[in-house]
């Protein structure tokens, strides 16, 4: 069985890039995309985003990953997915500091001369990158606009039941594979779900929302 092949489990993708499948690191590192770009856009504000990319800064966490696997000490999901979640963090808080800190051009003064000209894309671009992000499990096409609605919504909910509901809700991933990659029992991550749409659908109205 190859990493290519689709048909490994997340921990064996974990195993595997461990002992040197560098086909197997790709794939697991594609399976944490979507979750690091939720991660990066909610860690940046809006006025930043239209500076730094959120996908730029999880490409550069790819890099680090591929360079420093070695130190990596964990053998499961969870604990991949919390190597790179530090990682990520401390790439997006160098942004804050090289964007914030340093650049002399005022935030402010781009944000507006973007509205001048009509530029509403902060944020969105990334948004296409999401596994699923235009496809619901039942295969409902949704817009673009309700995607950003939803996952501006999963900025209010506790880190651990947005990806919850990302996963099962935008990528559609069953519950077992959830489960795996959360590092978390299935009363855990069904308790996640269940308590974060009870939060969206206090933020969002249910019938303009095909998750809902």
């Known amino acids: ?7 490994m489990s997340t921990t064996e993708l974990v195993v595997a890039s461990k002992a040197g499948d560098n086909s197997a690191l790709g794939h697991l590192l594609e399976q944490y995309r ?10 940046l504000s809006e006025q930043l985003r239209r500076r730094v990319d959120p996908g730029d800064i999880v490409q550069i966490t790819f890099l680090e990953a591929k360079r420093d696997l070695h ?11 919390a190597w790179l979640r530090g990682m990520l ?13 340093t650049q002399k051009r005022s935030i402010r003064r781009e944000v507006n001369a973007d509205a001048k000209a009509g530029n509403d894309s902060g944020g969105a671009p990334w ?6 992000s235009t496809t619901s499990p039942s295969g409902v096409v949704i817009k673009e606009e309700t995607a950003i609605a939803l996952l501006e919504a999963l900025h209010q ?3 651990t039941q947005a990806e919850a509901i ?9 519950l077992a594979i959830i489960v795996e990659r959360m590092g978390k029992s299935d009363t855990a991550v069904a308790g996640l779900l269940k308590r974060g749409l009870q939060k969206l659908r206090t933020i969002i109205d249910p019938r303009n929302n095909p998750y809902m």
Request: avoid cysteine; proline fraction near 7%; charge should be neutral.
């Open 1 to 7: 069985m190859t990493a290519t092949d689709g048909d």
């Open 34 to 43: 979507g979750y690091l770009l939720m991660l990066a856009h909610r860690n």
């Open 166 to 174: 990302r996963m099962r809700y935008m990528e559609g991933l069953p």
């Open 157 to 159: 909910l506790p880190e």
């Open 89 to 101: 963090k401390n790439n997006v808080a160098t942004a804050v500091t090289r964007h914030v800190m």
């Open 127 to 132: 948004i296409a990158q999401l596994p699923g």
């Open 71 to 81: 130190s990596f000490r964990g053998d499961s999901p969870g604990e991949f997915a």
